[in-house]
């Protein structure tokens, strides 16, 4: 094959999101929370795979609720959850009307990005407060709040750290999103990833992340004494204000509180403090999206729970000195901005990849008689440091255990990696 190339183990995919069903489904029992949907506590960040051939195994599983960065996820999204329910609509086995719930989880902040996600939900027949496929977006302002339509639910986008997007100011915020939206506000956003960083301070030893439990519950506490203060606020409103109706006791039973990519949730899902959420009636959800393709950062941040998924194919294309080897997946094949290395070799735990340039990747290879053996032409399998801007690096990836010989080769579409082009003339202004 060509090289570099991108390979998913669509055997593993499938096993990874096992694995989340089957971890959310054994705390919901330990936690008496007994939902038949087993799925109801992860909604899947889609911006790691952007790819409607593993959306679609997303979906078969029974995930129904998504959370996408960009307005081509979107527009990807919908189109393969329209396939998909066209297929089962021509099924005799199709007995129900499944809904699909879409979280545009990036805050909208220029007429022309508004102007595409409109576009968007009219052209697919999205408009509709009750069709089959419901879109909501993040606000983050009052200053954004004019700028949402009528028609479009909402999730208020705070901020417990990370300081990228996100209101500080947890209760207010949260009161006036109610004040404003009403039964148009559906949830709350938010993304302890501040948490994720990796150093010798005990958080990814192997107690599982006790030191990362404590530091994530600390910011949970401080979050549920501000929601719970926001919803009394709501509540003691006049019955007739939109405030009240935002968590009125029909409103709150779909009012979900969505936290925690892949460093996170495990804490998230265990803490004590959001545990409180069910009894105010309300619903308590996560988002990581690379545990779908486990890359080499998640497997330290929650080892033993999935399966490498994600790999770069290379050559070996060099020798160039005694204990160095080059290979073909440099900076525009492999993500690298999260330091050295890169990656690491699979099979080849002692190799060590050096740091990229464009086109080139050495790797250090201690054992001079193991050195010696590799050949020029070799193939090589890096699993990526980070998984998802390595995978937008290419329109089409090969299924894993389809290139044996006698097999053909099965390739799956990157179909919404880049973005929509629209000229905007900002720069005259």
């Known amino acids: 094959p060509l090289t570099p190339c991108l390979v998913i183990d669509e055997d593993a995919v499938k096993f990874n999101v096992n694995s989340m069903f089957d971890f959310t489904r054994a705390l919901n029992d330990a936690e008496a929370l007994h939902n038949d949907d087993d799925g109801d506590r992860w909604r899947p960040h889609l911006k790691t795979t952007k790819s409607s051939r593993i959306w679609t195994i997303l979906i078969e599983r029974g995930v129904r609720r998504f959370k996408v960065a960009t307005s081509l996820e979107l527009e990807v999204l919908i189109r393969t959850i329209r396939a998909f329910t066209d297929a089962r609509s021509r099924s005799r086995d199709c007995e129900e009307i499944v809904t699909y719930d879409v979280l545009l989880a990036y805050p909208l902040a220029s007429p022309a990005a508004w102007s ?202 060099s020798k160039p000195t005694e204990h160095l080897v080059t290979c073909n997946a440099g900076s525009k094949s492999l993500a690298c901005e999260s330091g050295n290395p890169a990656a690491f070799v699979v099979n080849h735990p002692n190799w060590v990849p050096m740091s990229p340039s464009e086109e080139h990747l050495p790797i250090f290879i201690g054992d001079y008689d193991e050195w010696q053996r590799v050949k020029r032409g070799d193939h090589i399998l890096l699993v990526p440091e980070h998984a998802c801007p390595t995978v937008s690096m290419y329109s089409k990836y090969v299924v894993k255990n389809t290139v044996a010989d006698g097999e053909r080769c099965i390739q799956g579409d990157i179909d919404a990696r880049g973005r929509h082009f629209g000229f905007v003339n900002a720069l005259n202004s």
């Open 116 to 317: 595409m996600l409109e576009k968007i939900l009219k052209d697919n027949d999205c408009s509709s407060e009750s069709g089959p496929i419901r879109v909501s977006v993040l606000v983050d302002s009052p200053d954004a709040f004019r700028e949402v339509p009528d028609h479009m639910f909402v999730f208020a986008d705070l901020n417990l750290g990370m300081n990228r997007t996100g209101s500080t100011d947890i209760e207010n915020f949260i009161y006036s999103c109610a004040e404003y939206f009403g039964e148009r506000l559906v949830g709350v956003s938010m993304y302890e990833g501040q948490y994720a960083s990796e150093s010798s301070d005990g958080i990814h030893d192997t107690d599982h992340g006790l030191m990362r439990q404590t530091s994530c519950d600390s910011t949970y506490e401080k979050f549920m004494s501000a929601l719970e203060s926001a919803v009394s606020r709501c509540k003691s409103s006049q019955s007739t204000s939109k405030a009240n109706q935002a968590f009125s006791t029909s409103a709150s039973r779909g009012f979900e509180v969505l936290t925690s990519g892949t460093p996170s949730f495990v804490p998230a899902l265990k803490s004590k403090h959001l545990r409180k959420l069910a009894s105010m009636g309300l619903t308590h959800r996560v988002s990581p999206g690379t545990v779908v393709l486990h890359d080499a950062r998640g497997a330290r941040q929650n080892p033993g729970m999935f399966q490498h998924a994600c790999f770069v194919l290379a050559t070996i294309v």
